[in-house]
């Protein structure tokens, strides 16, 4: 009877095994929500140019007349160009030029699988995307948040030591940068285990809207449609797919402490960072007075005490006006 009731679960098992396979592989191959409007809109105002066989998205905006300034915007992981879409009117009434990509691996840029991801290659095309817009010889001002912090920290590390093809840089204003997405299991994708894969392949909007929610404030949380258009923005191109490879930034920044956080420690290109405290990633007030002991030259802006991770979407009027005030200081 034992041996019986064993060849029963054995055979139950192997029959939910194979019911499970033709359905993964199903729900691998949905394809991506249908664009909202907003976001339809924001990729028909944009374009696309090539670095290294990959299709990057961008958006370019012509904004103040009688201004000549420009402004590059460096977003987040796992969004997009988007998160700046709240702040960019504000940016065309202030600057000349505003510009925005989706780094490989996000948004409406390609997302090529297998790829090695890095931030290099990642400040590599915002160089190329300035050529590309022969603006090589301008002064740019860098506006970043968390991923894209990583990149602009790059980007100056080159401008510093007068690296070939380096952006001129103007100004950098830093905001959020983040330790560790912790809300995507990064202790197991980051390390690149057998169930990296396997996780971000399972990723739905569920688990998305549920962990991207927690970096943000409870009373400045993405409407429902708001967290559909991250999502359909992660998807397309089957985004989803490459996660774990992207986040192998984690190692990266381990590596790289040095180079990075020594751009930072001995520039002189006027330095800021906006901050939501409410940030779960980069806790107050343990973060804030780490950042100005390692970085006393820098000035920062503390946003409400309900703002966290997201500044740009959860307070666009106080992150706006805290930058306008930073690029109008000098």
């Known amino acids: 009877l034992y041996c019986r009731d064993r060849f029963l679960m054995k055979e139950w098992w192997v029959q939910v ?24 809109s924001w990729r028909s105002s944009g374009g696309y140019f090539t670095y290294k066989e990959q299709n990057i998205f961008y958006r370019d905006s012509y904004g103040a007349v009688g201004s000549s300034d420009i402004v590059i915007l460096l977003h987040g992981f796992p969004t997009s160009s988007y998160d700046w879409c709240k ?16 780094f490989v691996g996000f948004g409406f840029s390609d997302k090529p699988r297998p790829h090695r ?5 990642q400040a590599s095309i915002v160089e190329g995307l300035v050529r590309h817009l022969g603006l090589h010889h301008q002064r740019i001002n860098l506006l970043s948040h968390d991923y894209g912090d990583t990149v602009a920290q790059e980007l100056l590390h080159r401008y510093e030591h007068n690296k070939t093809g ?38 739905n909007f569920f688990f998305f809207s549920r962990g991207l929610g927690a970096v943000f404030g409870p009373y400045t949380q993405p409407s429902q449609a708001e967290y559909w258009d991250m999502w359909t923005a992660v998807r397309t191109n089957d985004g989803n797919l490459v996660v774990d490879s992207i986040l192998q930034y984690i190692n990266q920044r381990k590596k790289h402490r ?3 956080v020594g751009a930072l420690m001995s520039t002189s290109v006027p330095l800021h960072l906006i901050y939501g405290p409410l940030d779960p990633v980069n806790p ?9 002991k390692v ?13 966290s991770h997201y500044p740009q979407l959860e307070d666009p009027t106080g992150f706006l006006n805290a930058y306008l005030n930073f690029i109008n200081s000098f």
């Not at 970085?295 to 703002?307: A, E, G, K, Y």
Request: contains cysteine.
């Open 258 to 260: 040095d180079r990075w």
């Open 284 to 292: 107050h007030p343990e973060f804030l007075q780490l950042y100005k």
């Open 117 to 121: 991801y890095s931030i290099f290659e």
């Open 166 to 203: 380096s952006i001129l840089i103007n100004s950098l204003c830093l905001s959020n940068g983040v330790l560790s997405p912790f809300f995507l299991l990064p202790k197991i994708l980051k390390d690149g285990g057998l169930l990296s894969p396997v996780i971000t392949r399972l990723m």
């Open 17 to 40: 095994g194979l019911l499970s396979v033709p359905l993964l592989a199903v729900y691998l191959h949905i394809p991506p929500p249908k664009l909202s409007p907003a976001l339809l």
């Open 87 to 102: 702040i960019w009117e504000g940016l065309t009434q202030r600057f000349h030029r505003v510009i925005a990509l989706d």
């Open 295 to 307: 970085l006393p030259m820098s000035t920062v802006s503390v946003l409400d005490d309900h703002i």
